[in-house]
């Protein structure tokens, strides 16, 4: 079996060397792994950071540059477009989330308890999480939760990892941060068994990189609104 960890990055040369060497370094027993980078136009140094970088041998590497900056939507479809594994994760090129965790991530889909496992930044009370995120999340969660059923604590975590047979007769359409909630809208309309795992979490602030935006949880919420009076 292979898992496929989808990168997608927009200027994070300050990070996506480090992302990129604790992923490859990440070994978990009875998985095969690959990389797909998905570089969303980049205007920084980041993809001769990319380019420039040497992989462990024996690890498929895949790399894709866009001419121009789409959204983290587009790129994360670029990077499913490109993967090949039975089991892909989405993978953040900044340092808020730690690669460390996959084993614990992937434990469901290896006991066959789950089809889709989110990493919940919010089942661990240990994690500081700032209460402008922590609201607007909650906010965002429990709409989901009543629109389509759920009972998910963080709708919004960008640990999502999937078999690849979930995402079965689903067309994903985002192009930026609303990718997140389409995502989590089409897979509960199409049954999908969503379990959380905790996880933990290091917040970075705007200026040292955050791109989300207020708007961005008006698309979020109009992108869940648009999945429930509209089909899979």
Known sequence: MRLSVIIPVYNEEQTIDEVISRVSAVEIDGLEK?????????TDGTRRIIDSRGWPAGLPVHVY???IN?????????????????VLLIQDADLELDPREYGSLLAPLQAGTADVVYGSR???????VPNRTRLANRFLTLL????????????ET?????????LAGIRLRSVGFDIEPELTAR?????RRIVEVPISYNPRRQDEGKKMRWIDGVDAIYMLLKCRLTKV
């Open 70 to 86: 789409l959204g983290k939507g587009a790129a994360v479809r670029i990077g499913l477009g490109f993967a090949t594994g039975d």
């Open 65 to 67: 540059h866009s001419p």
């Open 158 to 166: 960008a640990y999502k990892v999937m078999r690849r047979e979930a």
């Open 144 to 155: 989901t939760n009543v629109l389509f059923g759920a009972r998910l604590t963080d709708m």
């Open 34 to 42: 690959e990389i797909v980078i998905a570089n969303d136009g980049s």
């Open 122 to 128: 919010f089942l661990n009370p240990t994690v500081r």
């Open 187 to 191: 897979l509960l309309r199409a049954g």
